[in-house]
């Protein structure tokens, strides 16, 4: 009888299941409620073992008084993945996995290596749970610069880790999908190797990328831009982060077949992101039209250059 109640109870959880904090243990989950303001957003919560819990929203920063068992960890990945943590396999090993919704599950712990490359992690003493709050909006006063008189200009986004960059790429591809240039409705094609841009969901995108979007999901970005364009054909393609040089040159084979290109690279400013010689033959080459830089604050434009590095906006 016991078992039947246990069983029905888990069932019960993952029909109900909307959000992280769905996932968390009763009493974990009643507590961060408890010291929640109403109007109040989370954008984190970081669990690990043997120490308590810290939640980061759009206010402040707070811990709960929650003593994390090895156990804990287990039940909160079981129940994130409905009871079928074996077949997130491929996600553990690059640890995060992407729940439905767009949220995700960072992990640490114990990485198991084979053949130089690693195969998992096992151990799980760390989560990071990182809620799925998309903005939309952000990239519609940058449309022009992207799009010139009908002409689409290949595009890269240069901004410090945490500022912002993925989400105004993200609202580039949003706003660009499907948009009409020359009676022609625009397809775009994400390579998104990390789940951030369309955080799919058994390969469904929880984010809006628009209407006219094809997403790649998990895929190298390298390998992924050639895949692409000779399955796809798309217009314009998008990808996150480059910076090795498998990247850069899977970047001039898409260039050279006629595709644009929207991406983001690393770097405080742009003299700082040429420091890396990679990085640098980018610029040099000038492989891309226009470059947007974010300034100090997060998601703020610092400035917008052109080709030849002259400030244009």
Avoid: W
Avoid at 117 to 146: H, M, P, Q, W
Wanted: proline fraction near 3%; hydrophobic fraction near 40%.
């Amino acid at each position: 009888m016991l078992k039947q109640r246990y069983v029905k109870e888990v069932n019960m959880r993952n029909i109900a299941k909307k959000t992280p904090l769905d996932v968390l243990p009763d009493s974990m989950r009643e507590n961060i409620m408890e010291e929640l303001f109403e109007d109040e957003k989370i954008f984190e919560i970081r669990i690990r073992v043997k120490r308590r819990v810290f939640v980061i929203t759009d206010k402040r920063e707070f811990e709960i008084c929650c003593f994390v068992k090895e156990d804990t960890i287990c039940e909160i990945l079981e129940y994130a993945t409905c009871h079928s943590l074996y077949a997130y396999e491929e996600a553990v090993r690059n640890g995060y996995i992407t729940m439905e919704g767009g949220h995700r599950i960072g992990m640490a712990g114990q990485v198991v290596i084979e053949n130089n490359t690693v195969k998992t992690i096992k151990n799980i003493s760390s989560l990071n749970i990182r809620f799925a709050n998309e903005i939309t909006g952000v990239a519609d006063e940058l449309l022009k610069y992207v799009i010139d008189d009908g002409k689409i200009c290949n595009t890269l986004i240069v901004s410090p880790p945490g500022y912002g960059k993925t989400t105004v790429l993200r609202d580039l591809v949003r706003i660009t999908s499907g948009k009409k240039i020359n009676n022609h409705n625009l397809n775009v094609a994400v390579i998104d190797e990390r789940s951030e841009i369309a955080a799919s969901y058994n390969g469904v995108p929880q984010n809006d990328v628009g209407m006219n979007t094809d997403v790649l999901d998990g895929c190298p970005k390298a390998e992924g831009m050639i895949m692409v364009i000779r399955a796809l054909a798309p217009d314009i393609l998008v990808i996150d982060e480059l910076g090795l040089e498998n990247d850069v040159l899977s970047l001039k084979y898409a260039l050279n077949c006629g595709c644009h290109v929207f991406a983001t690279i690393h770097g405080e400013s742009i003299e700082g992101a040429m420091r890396r010689p990679v990085v640098k033959d980018i610029f040099e080459d000038r492989l891309f039209d226009v470059y947007i830089v974010l300034g100090e604050k997060k998601g703020v434009v610092e400035g917008i250059y052109n080709a030849d590095l002259i400030r244009i906006g």
